[in-house]
């Protein structure tokens, strides 16, 4: 064995033994703290035998721990993946407490409820030594990762660059930072909130940032879809109702979202961006990735093809990681909590309702969907995958209750950006080169309520102008929120829309909201419903809309002039003779006519639309839903999201140049011509170009299906990828799908997001 094998194997044996050594520490200290916690005979102990025992407990636990717990992981993840997060801690004490049963002469007990905290704190500290041990020592860092990249190669018979990388073309990592607007994120860099975010726009040779501008539907349903697919066409809105089923569509419902994903496919007859070797990490839609994480579309997949949850396997088969995860959760709870309170009592205005489930909702949606996605993108790249699309939705989450300038949100940005600078920091050691693109689907609009503003909701004055009763007090609207939606189906519960009680009563409009944009349906009209049929029906609905101060402008159907848009002093103009900066568009910039006029053509455009108000001095909007942060329609910086991409891939303009169909817009926002794509299908020609640059052409699509669904009725082993089958690498295990994968110690690179990168703390 040469000198290099002999200090690597003696670097090995220091870290399993430092991480043993502060392991029994924790113990004994946990046994002088804990009163119903024992590592002595009834009789005492000396020190020595005491120390002994420790030690023998905190091998037994980590040997089990490392064998039983992904075995124990897999069998129980039939159950919902937040009970599966709660039920870890359980399942460590079980452990541990069969852990002491091995110590000779039983001088290890504990109570039940302590042996569930002496669990989690063993976990913890565990984990937290054995990662810091191998970051911070560069070398060992380096090597493990090298190893890993070595097998794969191996395997994949792919021949080795000369600097030792694995040669092939780079590959790319697209993160969405979900409702992150273009000005919030320079403002938040350029503030100092957002260093890594900063450090690649300081870098000449780094990156470069630059807005696009949402469709008239300006919200993640609409957006990803077209990002990932291709085509948004017959998107209007976050909820719809279709006529000729009688059903409200709803983007963050799984039903609704596969069959989304269907239309586009048949569409575009393409399977989507990540159709070759892609992975698909917290999205509404799969892209056409064979490997899902937390996909809502994929969870209308019953039984063992509901690849979507694979990702909670994944991340649980680690307990350190469930520990690390839920202490996080109930401190983001708290700080959720502790910041509504706070809201209250300064009276800060606009402010909505924070409580009931919605500080749980929040915990979900920036602690767990973010532990989860950050480390399936970090074994993805482990594992050398072309292209990865990954949505973190935190921000969005935030923003809707906090406001989008709020300290909460820009408290949110500043861990987003821990998150990113831990994939940077991998990817300068993955076994393949990788390109990160950043991006939003779209920004958030500030503003108070209708609601709030005006005392009633769209739907009650919706009734009003139908001569319909309207409730005394104004009812709140639901929330389009992805992250609750996402909460319902990790607990097995319908999401909004599913219940057939919840179908309209064919005499009554249906009024949906989707941010500022409300949609009117009326269920008993065949067709979209004419501005003369409204008008015979209801006399002064139309003009009650259009002259409300609140209402921007309302978009119908008319039997002599075509689609009208109408606003108030009575002014209706064709939308065919739409334009920019004239008439009720005027105040909602450059490409607004042609957003219109491309929702008009839609199948399952409403029979009324409505966009809410908006002030160009101070950006605001009123939301239609409890949202005093809000995106679905047009209006200030919900439209423009920024994209934020390497120097060396092409020129976004350049592509649109070279992608774009013949006629398609090029124009960016008011004042800002030709700042980027417009359109989220324009962002897909970007997106499909640079994978194309890198990596070739993508294979189209099957005519018998599309790409990645290929596997979705293998049984769900095969699933554990990505983190499963590197934590198979790493302890040099076959890349197999059979069997449960064994656990090794933690993946270099992979601690809490919520730590500061190893070696920028400050």
Not at 193 to 215: F, I, K, N, S
Not at 239 to 253: D, I, L, N, P, Q
Not at 664 to 691: D, I, K, N, S, T
Request: with cysteine; charged share 20%.
């Amino acid at each position: 064995m040469s000198d290099g094998r002999w200090r690597r194997a003696g670097g090995t044996l220091i870290r399993v033994v430092s991480v043993w050594a502060v392991s029994t520490l924790t113990l004994l200290a946990l046994a002088g703290i804990l009163p119903d916690f024992q590592l002595q005979a009834d009789d005492g102990d000396t020190v020595t035998r005491t120390a002994f025992t420790a030690a023998w407990g905190a091998g037994a636990f980590g040997l089990l721990s490392a064998l039983v717990w992904p075995v124990l992981v897999r069998a129980l993840l039939i159950v919902p993946a937040l009970v599966l997060g709660a039920l870890v801690f359980f399942l460590n004490g079980s452990l541990l407490l069969i852990a002491l049963r091995l110590i000779p002469d039983g001088r290890g007990d504990a109570a039940p409820e302590t042996a569930v905290v002496v669990a989690a704190v063993m976990s913890a500290v565990a984990s937290a030594v054995s990662t810091a041990l191998a970051v911070r020592d560069d070398d060992a860092y380096r090597r493990r990762l090298s190893r890993l990249a070595d097998r794969r190669r191996r395997r994949s018979g792919m021949p080795r660059s000369a600097d030792g990388r694995r040669a092939g073309p780079p590959a790319i990592v697209f993160v969405q930072l979900d409702g992150v607007g273009h000005d919030v994120l320079e403002q938040a860099a350029a503030d100092g909130l957002m260093p890594t975010v900063a450090g690649l726009l300081a870098d000449e040779a780094g990156h470069r940032l630059t807005p696009w501008t949402t469709d008239w539907s300006s919200q993640t349903g609409a957006s990803q879809l077209g990002i990932l697919h291709g085509s948004n066409f017959d998107v209007p809105a976050f909820r719809w109702f279709e006529k000729e089923t009688g059903t409200v569509m709803v983007s963050s419902r799984p039903a609704s979202a596969l069959e989304l994903q269907r239309r586009a496919i048949a569409r575009t007859h393409d399977g989507g961006l990540l159709t070759v070797d892609g992975a698909s990490r917290g999205n509404l839609f799969s892209g056409g990735a064979d490997q899902l994480a937390l996909v809502l579309s994929m969870a209308a997949r019953l039984g063992k093809g509901r690849r979507s949850r694979s990702g909670y396997f994944a991340y649980f088969s680690d307990p350190a990681n469930a520990v690390r995860t839920a202490l996080s959760f109930v401190a983001e709870v708290g700080r959720e909590i502790g910041q509504s309170v706070r809201a209250r009592v300064r009276k800060e205005s606009p402010r909505v309702k924070r409580g009931g489930l919605y500080p749980f909702i929040r915990a979900f949606a920036t602690v767990v969907e973010r532990d989860v996605v950050v480390a399936a993108v970090i074994g993805d790249m482990f594992a050398g995958r072309t292209a990865v699309y990954a949505d973190l939705v935190a921000y969005d989450e935030v923003a809707h209750h906090s406001g989008p300038h709020s300290r909460d949100a820009e408290k949110v940005l500043a861990r987003l950006d821990r998150s990113l600078g831990l994939i940077m920091k991998i990817a300068d050691h993955t076994p393949r080169d990788y390109r990160i693109v950043l991006l939003s689907d779209h920004g958030q609009s500030p503003g108070e309520t209708f609601a709030g503003r005006y005392g009633l909701t769209l739907k009650d004055l919706v009734r009003a102008g139908c001569g319909l009763p309207v409730p005394r007090r104004a009812q709140r609207t639901r929330s389009a929120s992805e992250a609750r939606d996402a909460v319902r189906i990790a607990l097995h519960r319908p999401v909004a829309g599913e219940r057939e009680s919840e179908r309209p009563k064919p005499s009554d409009p249906v009024v949906l909201a989707s941010g500022n944009l409300g949609l009117l349906s009326f269920p008993d009209m065949e067709g979209r419903a004419s501005r003369e049929q409204l008008d015979r029906r209801h006399p002064a609905l139309l003009s009650t809309l259009a002259a409300h101060p609140g209402i921007g402008f309302l978009l119908v159907r008319s039997e002599k002039h075509g689609s009208v848009v109408l606003g108030r002093g009575g002014v209706e103009i064709p939308v065919g003779e739409l334009a920019d900066g004239e008439g009720p568009l005027a105040v909602f910039g450059a490409g607004a006519a042609d957003a219109v006029r491309r929702t008009d053509g839609f199948p399952h455009v409403a029979d009324v639309m409505v966009n809410s108000m908006y002030d160009p001095g101070t950006g605001r909007v009123h939301a239609f839903e409890e949202q005093i942060g809000s995106h679905g329609g047009l209006g200030g910086e919900q439209s423009r999201p920024f994209l934020l991409w390497p120097r060396t891939l092409t020129d976004p303009l350049d592509a649109m140049a070279a992608e774009a169909p013949r006629g398609a817009p090029q124009a960016g926002p008011v004042g800002v011509p030709h700042a980027g794509p417009v359109g989220a299908e324009a962002v897909h020609r970007v997106l499909a170009r640079w994978l194309r640059e890198l990596s070739g052409p993508q294979v189209p699509l099957q005519q018998d299906g599309f790409a990645g669904a290929s596997r979705a009725d293998e049984p769900f082993p095969d699933e554990a990828s990505p983190i499963g089958h590197a934590l198979a690498e790493a302890a040099g295990h076959p890349d197999r799908s059979d069997g449960p994968v064994r656990a090794v110690e933690p993946l270099p690179g992979v601690p809490d997001p919520d730590d500061a990168v190893p070696g920028t703390r400050g």
